[in-house]
């Protein structure tokens, strides 16, 4: 579950990246500039838990942002079998796939403000017998600050029935970058998950990370210390909680 963090599958975003000349001039009326990524990373983290069962992920996704700050996009990544038949036990859902628009408006030349919808959506998911619906909205407003020496974001999510159809939800967010040089930099993240139907999801838990990012040959690399403070107990006698390095190369158009 992400967007961004702002995901299709690498094929799906390679066509999307070949096609954004046509993207522009089908959409004269409606003036901005088109963007795509594609990435691979060891291990797909949605807020400290893994959502390919610690194992590697491809995703991509496409954007357009319209010059009047208005912007539309999606983004795609395998997952693991995600709430598979309860009588057969498979055919669960191997992708998710967000969608979502949002508008972004500068307060001044360091100050930004943001606030976007997202639809998580999970095809192939069974609702059959016991399982509960996953798919599910997500709303955001959040403000970045930038400038030479560092960019910060704080934002808040609220998803008014969160995945599994754990009832109100909220995710507290704040993310920073510091230049250390002209080639690498520094990231930091701290979350907090709350859900009101902890039985359906997990407890209230902290997650947190720390990456080193650079670009070399033209495309970026990262490595990130993934974590939260959910035990074993608490994410269902797994280790999809547990800390983890994270490597990941993603190219941005």
Not at 165 to 191: C, K, Q, R
Request: hydrophobic share 35%.
């Amino acid at each position: 579950m992400k967007k961004h963090l702002l995901i299709a599958s690498a094929a799906s975003a390679i066509t999307m990246i070949s096609g954004q000349a046509m993207a522009d001039s089908l959409l004269p009326f409606l003036p901005g500039e088109a963007s795509a990524n594609v990435a691979y990373t060891t291990d797909y983290r949605y807020r400290g838990v893994s959502q390919s069962d610690r194992d590697f992920a491809i995703q991509g996704g496409f954007d357009y942002a319209l010059d009047s700050g208005f912007y539309i996009g999606t983004w795609a990544s395998s997952i693991d079998n995600f709430n598979p038949s309860p009588v057969t036990g498979d055919n669960g859902a191997q992708a998710e796939v967000d969608f979502y628009a949002g508008y972004g408006y500068a307060l001044t030349d360091h100050l930004a403000l943001d606030i976007n919808a997202l639809y998580y959506y999970y095809p192939g998911a069974s609702s059959a017998g016991d399982n509960n619906e996953i798919d599910f909205w997500e709303f955001t407003p959040g403000i970045t600050y930038s400038d030479d020496n560092m960019t910060a974001s704080l934002s808040i999510s609220y998803s008014d029935n969160f995945y599994n159809e754990s009832g109100d939800a909220f995710y507290y967010n704040t993310n920073f970058e510091f230049p250390l040089n002209d080639y690498l930099t520094l990231g930091a993240h701290a979350g907090y998950q709350t859900v009101d139907k902890e039985e359906r999801y997990f407890e209230d838990y902290a997650d947190w990370s720390i990456s080193l990012g650079t670009s070399i040959i033209g495309l970026d690399w990262s490595v990130a210390y993934v974590d939260t403070d959910l035990d074993s107990a608490a994410c269902g006698g797994t280790d999809i909680c547990d800390s983890t390095f994270v490597g990941t190369i993603s190219k941005s158009f």
